[in-house]
């Protein structure tokens, strides 16, 4: 076996085979050549090669998001690990356990001048939930430190950093451990599994008549069958879910948007919940917050094992289990109350739905339309990942299978690193794997298709309307140069020559009969992985949403 001579560097690595840790994220540079030369050699370890370093972490992330464990992203000095924050600050606000371990320059170089040196203690501490700041020699107190932070990083579901000084020579290599290091064993988190004061609340819920679950980011197959069933059942009981909730019943309501925006004020008063419920991560719909954050509900209980965000502000229980474990221990407690609350909004959903065919049937060719046939059409048990903007929005207005598994970068809601996250997941994925994503964000993340991985089964459909659409259906847009260029970004480019340089197949669209046609070759190859780019009008497309909700009332 070959080892990095630095005994720090053994420490680190040894602690993480000892944790359990497997994907090795590895952004090429010298600082970190003892980290790099010891993971590499380590049949323990899968080691990733990705340059640039924004890119490296979100290609970790996704990987870490899709396997639901700790993976490790490495880079070297400087304003390397700068590059890291945007997915560093995702994985917080996500709770994806992310562990950062940065080379750095001893302290003695630091703040004298010296090249690639930068202050890298505590870079994150505004979203770290655990800084390692290393001394450079190997030690039972630095061994301690490297155990907490992957620890915090299992057990708190959130990012870590590990900061490394390693002084010169960097490459040199032994063939024997120098090491004897010290594991802390993860302690199991003191989660609670009972519901304190259980019927108190349970009699608050046996006399409400109206109750509000509202579902955000949420993995798949998280919550039983047997839970939804009977959340189904109970007439008192509205259950809004978005498409990265992952989480259905044919009674549950998960077009949110298409529902509410038409609203009277008399039917947001009546929609108004005595309780509600919210369980996942962050939601999409500006609309049901803002209508949850005007039209309180007397009762809002979030059930997180970590976190409660007071999202609507009114939070008046914070239930510290998983929601799945709440449910179980909950519902036998409740009992039916007579209430139509459930058959209002279900009638309300049957008629917007009826509305929302009549409406698409008849528009032109544009952003809408492309969704309407795209996702619906993903092939069953595939993986789906979204890019921020109008992609997770137009998502939320049209129908997917329920087999397919949805995810996006809600966190921070950023449209840094979509790409790069769906190649990360891909590539620890044995589904086929797509990535719908608008033109802004394709080219802001265009250094993610520089990477070596990429399956064949991994296809982009990328939606080109010539700039940021969502800057026409947000408050505030004017037609002129300081729109177009200061907020909308427009631009005349394509994907072509970047699938050419980097080995995609690239097929195009531009109306309903050539993206039908272009969809089903997409789908029915794998090969090859592929750019499937999509042109619709630029201007068109947000009468054409604004219409749509004018038209569902």
């Known amino acids: 076996m070959v080892y990095p001579k630095t005994p720090l560097a053994q420490s680190i690595i040894e602690i993480c085979k000892a944790k359990g840790l497997k994907n090795i994220v590895i952004s090429p540079g010298s600082r970190n050549a003892p980290l790099t030369i010891g993971f590499v050699n380590n049949p323990e370890f899968t080691c990733y090669s990705i340059a640039d370093e924004r890119c490296a972490a979100f290609f970790a992330l996704g990987i870490a998001k899709q396997i639901q464990k700790p993976v490790a992203v490495v880079c070297t000095s400087g304003s390397a690990l700068l590059n890291y924050y945007p997915a560093f600050s995702e994985a917080f606000y996500s709770q994806i356990p992310l562990i950062v371990i940065s080379a750095d320059r001893p302290q003695s170089k630091i703040d004298i001048g010296d090249g690639q040196t930068i202050r890298q203690e505590n870079v994150y501490k505004n ?3 655990y800084n390692a700041n290393l001394t450079e020699e190997a030690s039972v107190a630095n061994d301690i430190k490297i155990n907490k932070a992957i620890n915090k990083a299992i057990s708190k579901k ?34 609670k599994t009972i519901i304190k004061n259980s019927n108190e609340y349970a009699a608050i819920w046996n006399s409400s008549k109206k109750k509000l679950i509202l579902v955000g980011e949420n993995t798949p197959n998280k919550i039983d069958e047997e839970i939804l069933n009977m959340l189904a059942q109970d007439n008192s009981v509205v259950v809004m879910t978005e498409t990265t909730s992952n989480l259905y ?45 005007t039209h309180h509900p007397k009762h809002h209980w979030h059930i997180d094992s970590l976190r409660g965000y007071d999202t609507y502000g009114c939070l008046t229980k914070h239930f510290k289990l998983e929601p799945n474990l709440f449910f179980n221990q909950f519902l036998t407690l409740t ?31 544009s952003d809408f339309k ?9 092939p069953q048990n595939c993986t789906l990942h979204l890019s921020n903007s109008s992609p997770i929005r137009y998502a939320q207005l049209v129908g997917i299978d329920t087999s397919v598994e949805v995810f996006c970068n809600r966190g921070t809601s950023g449209i840094d ?33 520089w990477n070596n991985y990429i399956p064949n089964n991994f296809k982009i459909i990328l939606i080109n309307n010539g700039g940021g659409g969502i800057f026409r259906i947000l408050p505030g847009h004017e037609e002129n140069q300081v729109f177009n260029t200061f907020f909308e970004t427009s631009h005349c480019l394509t994907a072509e020559q970047l699938a050419k340089m980097y080995g995609f197949e690239y097929k195009i669209a531009s109306d309903e009969k050539s993206l039908l046609k272009s969809l089903t070759e997409l789908y029915s190859q794998n090969e090859k992985a592929t750019i499937l780019e999509v042109f619709t009008p630029t201007k068109e497309n947000n009468s054409i949403l604004f219409n749509y909700f004018k038209a569902l009332s």
């Not at 009277?264 to 949850?292: H, W, Y």
């Not at 492309?370 to 993903?378: G, Q, T, Y």
């Not at 589904?431 to 394709?442: A, E, N, V, Y």
């Open 127 to 129: 979203h770290s939930l």
């Open 249 to 293: 019943h044919p009674s549950f309501l998960n077009h949110i948007d298409a529902i509410i925006t038409p609203f009277t004020p008399l039917e947001f008063q009546n929609f108004r919940p005595d309780i509600l419920i919210t369980f996942g991560g962050m939601v999409v719909s500006k609309r049901i917050k803002a209508c949850l954050r």
């Open 417 to 449: 690193g979509s790409t790069s996250t769906a190649i990360g997941a891909a590539v620890v994925s044995e589904k086929q794997s797509f990535l719908i994503t608008g033109d802004i964000g394709f080219l802001y993340d265009s250094n993610a298709l």
């Open 370 to 378: 492309a969704f309407e046939l795209i996702i619906p059409s993903l």
């Open 158 to 191: 959130g990012p870590v950093h590990i900061n490394a000084p390693f002084e010169e020579p960097l490459y040199q290599t032994v063939s024997n451990l120098d090491v004897d290091v010290t594991i802390l064993e993860l302690k199991e988190a003191k989660t």
């Open 335 to 365: 009992s039916p109350i007579d209430s139509d609350y459930k058959s209002v909004f279900a009638e309300i959903a049957k008629y917007r739905k009826s509305k929302h065919k009549e409406y698409l049937k008849n528009i032109v060719f």
